[in-house]
């Protein structure tokens, strides 16, 4: 049987400070590490490339179609592909059972989950936003899309879908200000594509859905167990829902 070829890709813009870590822990489980990166005007590219990677660019549109640049670019010398963002890495469990599953060819369309353990100014949290899963090993990935500007999802069916133990350590920000960046590019993206409702009905969800999303996080979730790091991390998801109608609103008196 000829060998399976497996390439880890890392999604960038300006992560000078994260991607050299990314790729020099893809590179242990994966031969080729390749680094889409979204026109950076940081050092981005440069330490990509001294880590070892492979870089090529992209101008970012939204998040699904950068996904599928990396496909369309990798599918016709690759069986498998594990995404990865800048500020990820895999556990070492997770690791080497990538490196199993990719040793073989893909019989057919298929991709794997994993769970992602979230970090927070420098430490787990546990309660706040506790372990979600993703859906980042894709084998036979010549016919896959992406879809969705932000939050993108894949044109799989669940039952296409396995779980592969192990996790991927969410390194998520150093500061608030790269969190406060981040909100601020990502929202743009989710009003896009979000539903407008009237101006009246937009200035009552400003006044409740923040407040709301702040008690899901703080008090339904437990975060307040997580100390100060669980305060905020819920204080911000509030604010990014206010930023999000904020915007939303601003659309509205627009027109």
Known sequence: MQ????????????????????????SLY?????????LSTDNTVAKAKEAGAKVFENKFEDYASQRNCALEKLKA???????????????????KNV????????????????????????????????????TRLLGKFDELEYFSKVHERLNLEKEQIKQVSGHIIHKDVSSMQYLFNKTNNQSDLE???????????????????????FLSHYVMKRGFLDGYRGFLYSYHKGVYRAVIISKQIEKLLQK
Not at 197 to 203: D, E, T
Request: no cysteine; aromatic share 12%.
């Open 30 to 38: 994966f031969e080729d590490v390749f680094v889409l990166d979204s």
């Open 191 to 213: 009003v896009e594509q979000r539903k407008l409702y009237s101006l009246p009905h937009s200035v009552f969800r400003l006044l409740n859905v923040p407040i709301r999303t």
């Open 77 to 95: 010398d690759y069986d498998w592909v594990f995404f990865l963002d800048a500020d990820e890495e895999l556990n070492e469990e997770l690791g």
């Open 99 to 134: 490196q199993y599953i990719t040793s073989k060819q893909p019989n057919n369309q298929i991709a794997y989950e994993m769970k992602r353990i979230n970090h927070f100014l420098g430490q787990p949290l546990n309660y706040t936003v506790g372990p979600d899963y993703q």
């Open 3 to 26: 060998n399976s070829k497996a390439a880890a890709v890392i999604l960038t813009f300006n992560e000078e400070n994260n991607v050299a870590n990314a790729v020099t822990n893809a």
